[in-house]
């Protein structure tokens, strides 16, 4: 059974910092990726990462959000620093599978950043 479990959401203030987590199980996956959705617009990516090690992030977020995986926990991070109000959106994990290449989303965690 593939699972991927968001954590870490919460509120905070204009420029603090949450960590997301997103327990992953069930499958060896080769890209992970964290979107959000603010009300009333689409779902957008924020990071990916590759098995290889590369990432991309959003012109939005660049310089302030960072994406991690640890292998041994299987878990992937999300570090939102200097965190802006217009950043205030339903976080979800994603992954691909390696074998299959099956998308998978986690249920999402929210993210509200307080004015």
């Known amino acids: 059974q593939v699972q991927l479990v968001e954590s870490g959401g919460g509120l905070v203030q204009p420029g603090g910092s949450l960590r997301l987590s997103c327990a992953a199980s069930?499958?060896?996956?080769?890209?992970y990726a964290w979107y959000r959705q603010a009300p009333g617009k689409q779902r957008e990516m924020v990071a990916t990462l590759s098995s290889g090690g590369s990432r991309n992030y959003a012109d939005s977020v660049k310089g302030r959000f960072t994406i991690s995986r640890d292998n041994a926990k299987n878990t992937v991070y999300l570090q939102m620093n200097s965190l802006k109000p217009e950043d205030t959106a339903v976080y979800y994990c994603?992954?691909?599978?390696?074998?299959?290449?099956?998308?998978?989303w986690g249920r999402g965690t929210q993210v509200t950043v307080s004015s």
């Open positions: 069930g499958s060896i996956f080769s890209v």
């Open positions: 994603n992954a691909v599978s390696l074998l299959g290449a099956r998308i998978y």
